[in-house]
């Protein structure tokens, strides 16, 4: 919640909401609008912008990496998310599918949702290998980071 105070974070989630648009016009294969979930851009970015230090330039370039593998997961989903809003009954009249980028574009979610229901064996294979080689990465750069802080620190 600290983040989003940040002036960096808000420009970038000022700045994502026509890229967000525009990347569902370019992803392929994509059916998802985001309107409804545009309000929710800012919590999408404001740890792109933390990783980054600040830096808004790559925050807009990882964060479309994102924003375009997210729309890719959110459009696997759809037949899943869509069931599960037609279980409960939220389902209104006249709608086909039911989407969203926040739950239904999370890669943890994908992989979970995927071990239970192997609808597609190959996507899981790809974003599992995508999400632990991102988990492995973000573990040596943090570790690495916590050393230059103590290095840091004991320099005084």
Not at 87 to 102: F, K, M, P, R
Not at 103 to 111: A, E, K, M, R, V
């Amino acid at each position: 919640m600290f983040l989003l105070n940040d002036s960096v974070v808000v420009t970038a989630s000022l700045l994502f909401i026509p890229i967000t648009i525009l990347v569902a016009a370019i992803v392929p294969g994509n059916v998802i609008l985001p309107f409804g979930d545009l309000p929710t851009i800012g919590f999408f970015i404001a740890m792109a912008v933390a990783v980054h230090g600040g830096n808004l330039f790559r925050t807009i370039i990882s964060g479309s990496v994102i924003m375009a593998f997210t729309f890719w997961i959110s459009n696997l989903m759809i037949g899943l998310h869509t069931q599960m809003a037609q279980g409960v009954g939220q389902v209104a009249e006249g709608i086909s599918q039911v989407a969203s980028l926040d739950q239904g574009g999370s890669p943890l979610t994908f992989i979970l949702a995927q071990i239970g229901n192997t609808t597609n064996a190959s996507a899981l294979a790809i974003v599992a290998v995508i999400y632990a080689l991102c988990v492995i990465y973000t573990a040596i750069w943090s570790r690495k980071q916590y050393k230059e802080w103590e290095e840091e620190l004991a320099q005084g």
